[in-house]
């Protein structure tokens, strides 16, 4: 049987500390795949799928970025742009092709705005480019 070991002493161990992402998206199977990914990239990612719960989540959780839905049956997505944007980034995904939605986006607070369908790792990559990861010496 092989044992392991680690090379060098406890205090050279470094960890990577990836982001809070609250996700605001009404579609599960949209929800789920992005959840995935993001927790696959070690981010922790809190999902909403309601529009009223959104200001209680991020309170609570204290996200470094979020991840918005444009078209949430049930809430002005552009409203809680507003809001959530006053606290950090936020990124707008939509299914609108339209140019007046990433302008309008853009103009409530945005730092971009993702075209849906898309591809989760190229999410996944926007999210690293927007909250870089942090990296801490472990004890």
């Given at each position: 049987m092989a044992a392991?070991?680690?090379?060098?002493?406890?205090a050279n161990i470094s960890a990577r500390l990836m982001a809070r992402v609250l996700l605001v998206e009404d579609e599960p199977n949209i929800a789920s795949i992005i959840v995935f990914k993001l927790e696959r990239e070690g981010?922790?990612?809190?999902?909403?799928?309601?529009?009223?719960a959104v200001a209680t989540a991020a309170e609570a959780f204290q996200?470094?970025?979020?991840?918005?839905?444009?078209?949430?049956?049930?809430?002005d997505p552009f409203a809680l742009l507003s809001l959530l944007a006053t606290r950090?980034?936020?990124?707008?995904?939509?299914?609108f092709r339209d140019a007046t939605t990433p302008s309008r986006a853009r103009a409530a607070g945005a730092v971009a705005t993702?075209?849906?369908?898309?591809?989760?790792?190229?999410?996944?990559?926007?999210?690293?480019?927007?909250?870089p990861a942090k990296t801490v010496v472990l004890p």
């Open positions: 392991w070991m680690m090379a060098g002493s406890p981010h922790q990612v809190r999902w909403e799928a309601a529009a009223p996200p470094e970025l979020v991840l918005l839905d444009s078209s949430l049956p049930d809430g950090g980034p936020v990124v707008m995904m939509t299914e993702v075209g849906k369908p898309f591809k989760p790792t190229q999410l996944a990559r926007l999210v690293a480019q927007l909250v």
